[in-house]
């Protein structure tokens, strides 16, 4: 069953549901049929940053170098 993001073209509001291809799906505001199918990320915007982030912080915590950029790494290996 693939994830698809719909818009209602009745209400306006922009949701995601996972429906099979035979099916018909409603919108879970208005529940008209009259939906809009919208190209869907296959992940959500923005978490790779923040995923980074929180492995150089704990590789600090626990003194790796893999926190460093390559020109600090450079340095300190001297």
């Known amino acids: 069953m693939p994830l698809y993001d719909y818009r209602c ?3 306006g509001q922009q ?3 996972l429906v099979r291809n035979s099916t018909v799906p409603a919108c879970p505001h208005c529940a008209t049929t009259a ?3 919208l190209v869907s990320l296959t ?3 923005g978490t790779s940053q ?3 982030a929180a492995g150089r912080r704990a590789a ?6 893999s926190n460093y950029s ?6 300190v290996s001297k």
Do not use: N, T, V
């Not at 390559?70 to 340095?75: I, L, P, T, V, Y």
């Open 9 to 11: 073209s009745a209400c």
């Open 15 to 17: 949701f995601e549901l």
């Open 35 to 37: 939906l809009e199918r």
């Open 43 to 45: 992940a959500p915007q």
């Open 50 to 52: 923040a995923i980074i």
């Open 60 to 65: 600090a915590k626990q003194g790796h170098f």
């Open 70 to 75: 390559k020109s600090e790494r450079a340095k």
